[in-house]
């Protein structure tokens, strides 16, 4: 996949709307470092914005219309005022900007009154790196510079495109993917408490590397199997008698794990852990002990396996093979999960050979050859101009 640039997304602009794009601006994809399923359960969570973006160019339209385009589709979407029902069929795509723009009245900022949008970008989508997420982002302050407002406070921006995907696209993300899609610095991970939430950013540890293998399997949120698995953590910390799972210590819920039914103890076990681990990781990245981290990261993709059943036999056989790989420090399915990709998180010494050697092993058995990517942690959400 070829990436986008400044101009080469000015240059389709041009093409689809026969004039230049009046602001450009560009949002990371993210991966979920460790932490799975824990911010909408008051949790911690550590992610990474990464290389990989989502760009939007937009321009007021003089006709008082809406006009949205996405780099490869067929037709451009008009639409002549804000269409009120959600979207459906293979335009959906276009409620996540029309979300951010709802969105900005709803948070009482400028809203342009029509606009000419079109999208770009080189993130693998459906591989659980948040491409929806940087959708938001991007559409949010290329609006907002239609409007007139140059920028968002980070957490607000972050905000503004949770409420867009809760709201007007109806998944109950948390807020890890717009979290650390605004907050991403390059060479950092991003660390969130989410019960703030707070944002703070640790550094990514030198002589590590982040890969992707994305299985290729559809990953939907919007399938309905992440609001299953919400609403399960929602009901088991009402059964425990708390606000968020993430109130408890592994002891504590040891002791009240009898008030659960087997489905819900194994989610709310994992939560519970998960939490702990987040805080774990962040201690073993302060003290420079990356097999801790390798360690914990595995740990975590097991516990999403076998206690939040939220993993794929192939996400699995991904992980079997690279933890077993000595360049490996751990592996584990990153984002909602049901489909996707695994993080890697290896040595210096691990090269795209061995990628490939993976790749291969992973065909065999599922048919499908993984998209390999090495990813830098990047930047977050910006103006471009
Ligand atoms: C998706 C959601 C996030 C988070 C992860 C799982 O990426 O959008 O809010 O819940 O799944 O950790």
């Not at 589709?73 to 276009?94: F, N, Q, Y």
């Not at 953590?233 to 708390?242: E, F, H, S």
């Not at 039914?261 to 702990?276: D, F, G, N, Q, T």
């Not at 993976?358 to 101009?385: F, N, S, Y």
Request: charged share 20%.
């Amino acid at each position: 996949m070829s990436s986008p640039s400044r101009e080469s997304i000015a240059a389709q602009f041009l093409s689809t709307y026969g004039r230049a794009p009046a602001v450009v601006a560009r949002a990371p994809g993210r991966v979920e470092f460790i932490g799975n399923h824990t911010d909408y359960n008051g949790g911690a969570v550590l992610g990474a914005a990464i290389d990989r973006y989502v760009w939007v160019a937009a321009a007021p339209n003089a006709q008082g219309r809406l006009r949205l385009f996405s780099v490869g589709g067929k037709s451009v979407l008009e639409l002549p005022s804000d269409p009120g029902a959600r979207i459906t069929g293979p335009d959906s795509w276009a409620n996540y900007p029309l979300g951010v723009w709802r969105s900005l009245k709803d948070f009482g900022l400028p809203q342009p009154a029509s606009f000419d949008l079109l999208v770009d970008s080189d993130l693998p989508p459906g591989a659980g790196l948040s491409s929806s997420a940087a959708l938001e982002l991007a559409t949010a302050l290329a609006l907002l510079k239609l409007a007139g407002k140059a920028d968002l406070p980070a957490d607000r921006l972050a905000a503004l495109g949770r409420h867009a995907e809760n709201q007007y696209v109806g998944v109950p993300c948390g807020i890890l993917d717009q979290g650390t899609s605004a907050f991403g610095q390059a060479g950092h991970l991003v660390h969130i408490d989410c019960r703030g939430p707070a944002f703070a950013r640790v550094p990514f540890p030198a002589n590590a590397h982040l890969w992707i293998f994305n299985t290729r399997e559809k990953h939907a949120l919007i399938d309905g199997f992440y609001a299953t698995r919400n609403q399960e953590c929602l009901d088991a910390a009402k059964a425990l008698g708390v606000a968020f799972l993430a109130d408890l210590t592994p002891a504590q819920l040891a002791a009240k794990i009898g008030a659960l039914s087997p489905a819900l103890a194994k989610r709310a076990k994992h939560i519970v852990e998960e939490h702990a681990r987040v805080r774990d990781t962040v201690e073993a990245l302060r003290r420079g002990d990356l097999a801790a981290v390798g360690r914990l990261l595995t740990a975590s993709h097991r516990s999403s396996q076998h206690l939040f059943e939220n993993s794929t036999p192939a996400l699995d056989l991904l992980v079997d093979l690279l933890a077993a790989h000595p360049a490996v420090l751990g592996a584990r399915l990153t984002g909602g999960g049901f489909g996707g990709a695994v993080m890697a998180l290896t040595k210096d010494n691990f090269t795209a050979a061995d990628a490939a050697g993976i790749a291969r092993v992973h065909r065999a058995a599922h048919g499908r050859e993984p998209e390999m990517i090495h990813l830098q942690a990047a930047d977050g959400a910006m103006l471009l101009g």
